[in-house]
């Protein structure tokens, strides 16, 4: 019997979310009702959706109306409906005047109506993809902005809006971002450093193609759902808090397969933890929803941006941008065939991790080591940030950069050691940090080890500078 198929999608949803932090973030740093706007406007992208339509909830323009539920996921619903096309038309039409007026044409809604015969559970599965499909043609678009042209482009006044707001709380977020300061850092409340972290979900064109089953598609949305939500981050948050109470995370925004937040610099390590926690509880429910002859995982980018907690939002989300962009087309073939794993971009240098907790360490757990190295080497009152910082004086001076002798003498000289006839700790820090560095730039050659600063590309100075 046919039955016409309704799917909605909610376009623009970056740009919202990306206007709705730099609004709230940055105009009303000191307003304790913050943290609840942000929280508001991520929910707008998913349980308000569902609501206005009626998939959930009694009072949506479908309410009572919806055969059933095909996909409901972060800012998509499909459902069938015995309802005739003029009505229909006439509920879509006013969902999209509602999200447009309301948020400013900040939200877009595009939709699709058409009739098919749905007799199976293949038939449903192949509905979906053509639904997904559609959303994504510039046909579909084009309609939506036929028939909605009059509302698009008549001048818009601005209005009091709904004002957001969400009963449910979040006592392990910080309130604002200015709540993540920490005397670890600075002594400064005023100025100090954050880390902000935008974690992506890999691999689910190729997830979601190679399920046959409608059923399996259902659950395994399902499955993302439960996980790329506040309520994920937030349980995930407490827990971490429970093993540290100085653990701070302030959520910039959730949805669809996007995760952004922001926590103290000194927590970098424990805020990807988190992202591979939430990996990781993915994935394990995928293997279980997964058969002898296929294995469902996805694996994860992140970008890492640091930046002081005063500056405006505009300029460090497009550079934590950049970091996650940059962790996405790093793929070595060795990466390929590691599947589940993480890549993590910090200044155009990418690591990577397995969530495999028996997996042999990867370059992220180097990274981790060597951290160790240079808090330990601090704690003995060796200056790391004075050393460090003058050594990248002198290598990205452009009379020495562009010298070969003059860079490597550059170099060489600065990491002469100062201690070592001390004989103390402060001498053994030292030494070790000295390692460190010379490893990034050592290349094995048979038994022996030759120290590099240039190849044909350039890459492994560019490597040693980030």
Same mark, same amino acid.
Request: glycine residues 4%; aromatic residues 12%; proline residues 2%.
């Given at each position: 019997?046919?039955?016409?198929?309704?799917?909605?999608?909610?376009?623009?949803? %970056?740009?919202?979310?990306?206007?709705?932090?730099?609004?709230?973030?940055?105009?009303?740093?000191?307003?304790?009702?913050?943290?609840?706007?942000?929280?508001?406007?991520? =929910?707008?992208?998913?349980?308000?959706?569902? =609501?206005?339509?009626?998939?959930?909830?009694?009072?949506?323009?479908?309410?009572?109306?919806?055969?059933?539920?095909?996909?409901?996921?972060?800012?998509?619903?499909?459902?069938?409906?015995?309802?005739?096309?003029?009505?229909?038309?006439?509920?879509?039409?006013?969902?999209?005047?509602?999200?447009?007026?309301?948020?400013?044409?900040?939200?877009?809604?595009?939709?699709?109506?058409?009739?098919?015969?749905?007799?199976?559970?293949?038939?449903?599965? %192949?509905?979906?993809?053509?639904?997904?499909?559609?959303?994504?043609?510039?046909?579909?678009?084009?309609?939506?902005?036929?028939?909605?042209?009059?509302?698009?482009? &008549?001048?818009?006044?601005?209005?009091?809006?709904?004002?957001?707001?969400?009963?449910?709380?979040?006592?392990?977020?910080?309130?604002?971002?200015?709540?993540?300061?920490?005397?670890?850092?600075?002594?400064?409340? =005023?100025?100090?450093?954050?880390?902000?972290?935008?974690?992506?979900?890999?691999?689910?064109?190729?997830?979601?193609?190679?399920?046959?089953?409608?059923?399996?598609?259902?659950?395994?949305?399902?499955?993302?759902?439960?996980?790329?939500?506040?309520?994920?981050?937030?349980?995930?948050? &407490?827990?971490?808090?429970?093993?540290?109470?100085?653990?701070?995370?302030?959520?910039?925004?959730?949805?669809?397969?996007?995760?952004?937040?922001?926590?103290?610099?000194?927590?970098?390590?424990?805020?990807?933890?988190?992202?591979?926690?939430?990996?990781?509880?993915?994935?394990?429910?995928?293997?279980?929803?997964?058969?002898?002859?296929?294995?469902?995982?996805?694996?994860?980018?992140?970008?890492?941006?640091?930046?002081?907690?005063?500056?405006?939002? /505009?300029?460090?989300? &497009?550079?934590?941008?950049?970091?996650?962009?940059?962790?996405?087309?790093?793929?070595?073939?060795?990466?390929?065939?590691?599947?589940?794993?993480?890549?993590?971009?910090?200044?155009?240098?990418?690591?990577?991790?397995?969530?495999?907790?028996?997996?042999?360490? %990867?370059?992220?757990?180097?990274?981790?080591?060597?951290?160790?190295?240079?808090?330990?080497?601090?704690?003995?009152?060796?200056?790391?940030?004075?050393?460090?910082?003058?050594?990248?004086?002198?290598?990205?001076?452009?009379?020495?950069?562009?010298?070969?002798?003059?860079?490597?003498?550059?170099?060489?000289?600065?990491?002469?050691?100062?201690?070592?006839?001390?004989?103390?700790?402060?001498?053994?820090?030292?030494?070790?940090?000295?390692?460190?560095?010379?490893?990034?730039?050592?290349?094995?050659?048979? /038994?022996?080890?030759?120290?590099?600063?240039?190849?044909?590309?350039? =890459?492994?100075?560019?490597?040693?500078?980030?």
């Amino acid at each position: 019997m046919a039955v016409r198929i309704v799917t909605l999608s909610i376009d623009k949803v %970056q740009t919202f979310l990306f206007d709705t932090i730099s609004e709230h973030t940055q105009k009303s740093q000191m307003n304790s009702g913050t943290l609840q706007n942000i929280i508001s406007s991520s =929910r707008i992208i998913s349980e308000d959706l569902f =609501r206005m339509i009626g998939v959930e909830g009694n009072d949506g323009f479908f309410s009572g109306m919806v055969k059933e539920i095909l996909l409901k996921c972060s800012g998509v619903c499909i459902f069938s409906t015995d309802l005739e096309e003029r009505q229909i038309k006439e509920s879509l039409r006013k969902i999209f005047e509602f999200y447009y007026r309301e948020y400013d044409g900040k939200l877009f809604i595009k939709y699709l109506c058409f009739e098919t015969e749905v007799a199976s559970d293949t038939d449903k599965l %192949q509905v979906i993809r053509k639904c997904k499909k559609r959303l994504k043609s510039k046909s579909c678009l084009n309609e939506v902005i036929r028939e909605n042209r009059q509302i698009i482009f &008549e001048p818009q006044y601005s209005a009091d809006k709904r004002v957001w707001t969400d009963e449910k709380k979040y006592p392990m977020f910080e309130e604002t971002i200015n709540k993540l300061y920490s005397k670890v850092l600075t002594d400064n409340e =005023r100025y100090f450093r954050i880390a902000i972290i935008k974690a992506d979900l890999d691999g689910m064109g190729q997830l979601f193609e190679g399920i046959n089953s409608f059923e399996q598609y259902k659950r395994i949305s399902e499955i993302l759902s439960k996980y790329i939500c506040l309520d994920s981050l937030a349980a995930t948050t &407490e827990a971490f808090k429970k093993t540290d109470d100085d653990f701070k995370l302030y959520p910039l925004y959730i949805a669809g397969d996007d995760i952004l937040f922001a926590v103290p610099a000194s927590y970098i390590v424990t805020g990807v933890n988190l992202c591979k926690v939430i990996l990781r509880e993915i994935n394990d429910e995928l293997e279980i929803e997964a058969d002898y002859e296929e294995k469902f995982t996805i694996s994860m980018s992140i970008g890492i941006e640091f930046t002081i907690n005063r500056e405006p939002i /505009r300029y460090y989300y &497009e550079r934590v941008q950049r970091q996650l962009e940059c962790a996405k087309i790093t793929d070595s073939e060795g990466l390929k065939s590691m599947q589940p794993h993480i890549r993590i971009c910090m200044n155009q240098y990418v690591f990577f991790d397995c969530i495999d907790k028996d997996a042999k360490p %990867q370059s992220w757990s180097h990274f981790i080591h060597d951290l160790k190295i240079l808090k330990s080497a601090e704690s003995e009152g060796f200056k790391v940030h004075h050393f460090m910082y003058g050594l990248l004086s002198k290598i990205t001076d452009p009379a020495v950069r562009e010298h070969k002798l003059k860079y490597s003498n550059a170099v060489f000289y600065h990491l002469i050691p100062s201690y070592f006839e001390s004989k103390s700790k402060l001498g053994e820090g030292e030494l070790l940090l000295i390692d460190l560095l010379l490893k990034q730039v050592v290349e094995k050659k048979g /038994r022996s080890s030759v120290i590099k600063f240039y190849d044909k590309d350039g =890459r492994v100075k560019e490597k040693f500078e980030q």
